[in-house]
């Protein structure tokens, strides 16, 4: 393979101006050399040595970004598209700035520690990181480190994280399905820890401002893996009645719940609103459209690589959390209600349900049965 000194000798040019210009570096270059140094470039396909570059520099120009995820949730985790968008901006804003990207996902903890401490990367940003999680890896990791959505304890290690208002986004879509008069609602979510738990808080808070206390019953677990899904779709379908709003701690969830709810007969918002968090791709896409909380995941992608560039340049920060801000986002999956049928629940579910009993064991067969 043909070198930078080899080209130098060809050309009877310096080996420094050479390197400037395969590095982009020609403000000193005169247009001729630099049309010359491309033409030879151009012909020997010549390909730069990163690692080479990399010693040179003391720097990998390597971001991780290590995500943990749930096994009995995603069987691919980049088919979310919370997920999907936040990687591609991720993805774009390191390309962007002059450095690549080592990605790892797994459920296991011990796992993630393992395999980011064989990693010659610069800095490294964590995904998905509850409290423990991120003191393991803290522990063994010295690297610069950002989190995306994290909540972790700030009384046990200072950390920057990249976040949202999840608290006030809860609070303001209770808030709104309140204000249409609904107070039998259900707050669906598939775990009670971090971003979860947050958004509960801001569901109770909302609550209590009207006077309204929080039911044990009404807070809905969703258990997404392959074994308990249907099942747990199944056990929602027969306690909507008892409803008149779910709030759903994602948009994935809402939508699931929608299509699984109107394949039986339920009618959206007519017999049962629902509103999601995220604004993705799905909710505007479904039918009806759902109201939900926008929160912009490009940007928070796009922040996390910008704190850790700062950090790898030699930036401190004893402790950095921000909070982008939410926006209710109102489309059609919410209907106003009366006060007097507020009591009723899903009225018109009801008799579905009953139905659904006479009629077979539909909700037993597969969707594609069904």
């Not at 749930?70 to 088919?79: E, G, P, Q, T, V």
């Not at 109107?262 to 918002?269: K, Q, V």
Request: aromatic share 8%; hydrophobic share 40%; glycine share 6%.
């Amino acid at each position: 393979m043909i070198t930078i000194k080899d080209m130098a000798e060809m050309l009877g040019i310096s080996t420094t101006t050479v390197s400037n210009v395969i590095h982009g570096k020609t403000s000193e270059v005169s247009q001729k050399t630099v049309e010359r140094v491309e033409k030879l470039l151009d012909k020997y396909e010549y390909v730069p040595n990163i690692s080479a570059r990399s010693l040179s520099q003391n720097s990998s120009k390597i971001i991780g970004v290590a995500l943990k995820c749930r096994k009995d949730k995603y069987a691919n985790l980049f088919s979310d598209p919370f997920f999907g968008e936040l990687i591609g901006a991720l993805e774009a804003e390191i390309r962007a700035q002059g450095y690549f990207m080592m990605i790892y996902t797994s459920n296991d903890i011990s796992e993630i520690i393992r395999n980011v401490l064989t990693w010659n990367v610069d800095g490294l940003i964590l995904v998905g990181m509850l409290h423990d999680d991120f003191i393991r890896i803290k522990s063994r990791y010295k690297n610069p480190t950002v989190l995306i959505d994290s909540y972790a304890s700030r009384e046990i290690m200072n950390y920057v994280n990249i976040g949202l208002e999840d608290e006030e986004g809860a609070y303001e879509i209770t808030r709104y399905l309140l204000k249409m008069g609904h107070r039998r609602i259900a707050f669906l979510a598939d775990n009670m820890e971090g971003v979860d738990y947050t958004r509960y808080l801001g569901h109770l808070r909302a609550l209590a401002d009207y006077g309204l206390e929080m039911k044990e019953e009404n807070l809905l677990i969703f258990h997404p893996g392959t074994v308990e899904r249907e099942s747990s779709l199944r056990e929602l379908y027969y306690r909507v009645k008892n409803y008149t709003a779910f709030m759903c701690c994602s948009d994935y969830y809402a939508v699931l719940l929608m299509n699984y709810f109107m394949d039986r007969g339920i009618r959206i918002p007519e017999d049962l609103s629902i509103t999601g968090f995220d604004n993705n791709l799905m909710s505007r896409v479904v039918r009806p459209a759902l109201t939900t909380v926008r929160q912009d995941v490009t940007k928070k992608g796009r922040l996390a690589v910008e704190y850790l560039l700062k950090m790898i340049q030699g930036t401190e920060f004893s402790e950095w959390d921000v909070k982008l801000p939410i926006e209710i986002v109102i489309r059609d999956s919410v209907r106003e209600i009366r006060q007097e049928d507020a009591g009723d629940g899903a009225a018109d579910s009801k008799d579905v349900v009953e139905k659904a009993d006479v009629c077979g064991n539909c909700c037993n067969m597969d969707e594609k049965e069904a």
